[in-house]
């Protein structure tokens, strides 16, 4: 059973950068497209980027792209997403998903990491 747990969350003034962890275990990722979507409050969940298995293809909602940037290392199973020039808009739980592939139904969620952007 793959697990998905997500970190490096927090409190961050607008501007800010922020950098999430996913740490895979229970089953290698080198298989699977690797996915961040968030839930604001009051908002249903959107996707924000995703990865294929190789890393060789992303995508990105229109809403981040420029500012944020998913990358993977298959060595330590782990995604990372890269968020700079914060808006208080991005503030939402992050999760973190496995999917068959980009385009895909999700196969597996992280638990989320709370981001908050505000001065």
């Known amino acids: 059973q793959l697990q998905l747990v997500e970190s490096g969350g927090g409190l961050v003034q607008p501007g800010g950068s922020l950098r999430l962890s996913c740490v895979a275990s229970?089953?290698?990722?080198?298989?699977?497209?690797l996915g961040w979507f968030r839930r604001a409050p009051g908002k249903e969940r959107e996707r924000v980027s995703c990865i294929s298995s190789r890393g060789g293809s992303t995508n990105y909602a229109d809403s981040v792209k420029g500012r944020f940037t998913i990358s993977r290392d298959n060595a330590k199973n782990t995604v990372y997403l890269q968020m700079n020039s914060l808006k208080p808009e991005d503030t939402a739980v992050y999760y973190c998903?496995?999917?068959?592939?980009?385009?895909?139904?999700?196969?597996?969620w992280g638990q989320g990491t709370q981001v908050t952007v505000s001065s």
């Open positions: 998903a496995s999917l068959n592939y980009c385009s895909g139904p999700v196969t597996n």
């Open positions: 229970g089953l290698t990722l080198d298989y699977y497209a």
